[in-house]
Nanobody, 123 residues
Framework: QVQLAESGGGLVQNGGSLKLSCAAS????????MGWFRQAPGKEREFVAT????????YYADSVKGRFTISRNNAKNTVYLQMNTLKPEDTAVYYC????????????????WGQGTQVTVSS
């Protein structure tokens, strides 16, 4: 089992930037895809970005494409989400997760989840 811990959330103004981190611990010796998801108040959790083990495959939700960048440092067992040009509609709890797939936007294909970090974008 892999344990995940997100950090880096906070309050930022419209148009600002934040960088989220997700550190993995436990059984990290297998190759796994990493994904970021988010859940806004009153809404279902939605896919944000995913990255393959090698970093060769990166896929984004249309709503964040061109503004968010996912990356990973396997030596540190950490995945990042650089979020630029943030908008109020990006306000949500952001979760990272691991998947045995090469990469995936389907949350059902993710088996380990972090506790989430709150991102709030003020207008």
């Amino acid at each position: 089992q892999v344990q995940l811990a997100e950090s880096g959330g906070g309050l930022v103004q419209n148009g600002g930037s934040l960088k989220l981190s997700c550190a993995a611990s436990g059984r990290t010796n297998s190759r796994y895809a990493m994904g970021w998801f988010r859940q806004a108040p009153g809404k279902e959790r939605e896919f944000v970005a995913t990255c393959s083990w090698s970093g060769s495959y990166r896929y984004y939700a249309d709503s964040v494409k061109g503004r968010f960048t996912i990356s990973r440092n396997n030596a540190k067992n950490t995945v990042y989400l650089q979020m630029n040009t943030l908008k109020p509609e990006d306000t949500a709890v952001y979760y990272c997760a691991t998947s045995a797939k090469t990469y995936s936007s389907n949350e059902r294909e993710y088996n380990s989840w972090g506790q989430g970090t709150q991102v709030t974008v003020s207008s």
